[in-house]
């Protein structure tokens, strides 16, 4: 267990956390225009195929 953390840690220390975190905040963007946005508000006529997957309803 001990072993499999200090990988784990490690692979996590090299990352560049501000592109992960700005890249958690689009797809967040994303979910919540998907699921409460409102298109006339928007101005968004057709949802585009790659936000479709993120439709909860």
Do not use: T, Y
Not at 25 to 54: S, T, Y
């Amino acid at each position: 267990m001990r072993n499999v953390m200090k990988k784990l840690s490690g692979k996590f220390r090299n990352r560049n956390w501000a592109v992960i975190a700005l890249n958690a905040m689009a797809i967040l963007a994303v979910v919540q225009n998907m699921n409460a946005g409102c298109l006339w508000i928007d101005h968004q006529p057709e949802i585009p195929d790659g936000a479709r997957h993120f439709r909860r309803f």
